[in-house]
């Protein structure tokens, strides 16, 4: 499984009442650094799969739930468990810094 698209509407049922935690991705189509770090979200969320799932938020087609979680610049990563953002990075990142970031939030990666 890849990542998952999330709209406005969706946001609270896939992101916010999930049983695993989400990393959502806030990003648009015109970001480059966006792009950067697309593969090596969808590598991770074919690789923890179960584990987390990983969302992708088009912040022009969706803009209410960026706004409500103040994305001021993207990428924005956020981490959500339980219903709440446990944890935020701003900015593109190597795939082996976002997975050392998952760990450092309780996530048990596997080997990259």
């Known amino acids: 499984m890849g990542t998952v698209a999330v ?3 969706s946001f609270e049922r896939d992101v916010l009442q999930s049983q695993n935690p989400v990393l ?3 990003w648009a189509d015109w970001c480059g650094p966006c792009k950067q770090i697309a593969p090596a979200l969808e590598q991770i969320a074919e690789e923890l799969a179960g584990q ?4 992708k938020v088009d912040i022009e087609a969706s803009p209410t739930t960026p ?3 103040g994305v001021r610049g993207i990428p ?3 981490l959500f468990r339980g219903g709440q ?3 935020m990075k701003v900015g593109a990142m190597p795939k082996q810094k976002i997975l050392e970031w998952l ?3 309780g996530l048990k990666a596997g080997a990259a």
């Open 24 to 26: 959502v991705d806030f």
């Open 103 to 105: 760990a450092e939030t």
């Open 7 to 9: 709209t406005d509407e």
């Open 76 to 78: 924005t990563m956020m």
């Open 67 to 69: 706004s409500r979680y």
């Open 52 to 55: 987390v799932t990983v969302a």
């Open 85 to 87: 953002m446990a944890s």
